[in-house]
């Protein structure tokens, strides 16, 4: 297992991320199945809002690939939900679906285009057909 950059960055700034996110991100791919990656799409880089956790350093958008292959947002949400304190939030809308993990307080949300709406992850549960594996998690 291991974390790496793709997507929008060429490179992350690994230095300017808090190392509470990173070693989360180790723990995290510690508990996942052997060959699935961390892919890091940005950290600090890119456009975020000012007073956010990407400025600070504690939030990174990324997705997770098994042998290269994109992992699908629905395969790994409830290993997140179960191993991941913090906030959660899904882009199925990516080129690379995925998400945003940071080390704030315990929340989650779905964007599912451009449009800027946020939505609850009951929304994303529902239009999913989830509700049978949530139940069991929530």
Same mark, same amino acid.
């Given at each position: ?15 300017? /991320? ?6 989360? +991100?180790?723990? =995290? ?5 052997? *060959?699935?990656? %961390? ?29 290269? /292959? ?6 790994? +949400?409830?290993? =997140? ?5 913090? *906030?959660?939030? %899904?882009?199925?809308?990516?080129n690379n679906p995925g998400f945003h993990l940071d080390i704030g307080t315990a929340r989650t949300w779905w ?9 609850? /992850? ?17």
């Amino acid at each position: 297992n291991m974390i790496k950059t793709k997507g929008l960055y060429n490179k992350v700034d690994f230095w300017a /991320l808090d190392f509470r996110l990173i070693q989360r +991100l180790k723990d =995290l791919n510690n508990v996942l199945a052997p *060959g699935e990656d %961390i892919c890091i799409h940005c950290g600090v880089e890119g456009k975020h809002s000012p007073g956010g956790f990407h400025p600070a350093g504690m939030a990174v958008d990324m997705h997770f690939e098994k042998n290269g /292959l994109l992992l699908q947002p629905e395969a790994m +949400l409830f290993m =997140l939900l179960k191993n991941w304190k913090g *906030g959660i939030g %899904i882009y199925t809308h990516w080129n690379n679906p995925g998400f945003h993990l940071d080390i704030g307080t315990a929340r989650t949300w779905w964007k599912k285009d451009d449009s800027g709406q946020l939505y609850t /992850l009951a929304q994303y549960v529902i239009e999913k057909g989830l509700n049978e594996y949530y139940d069991k998690i929530v």
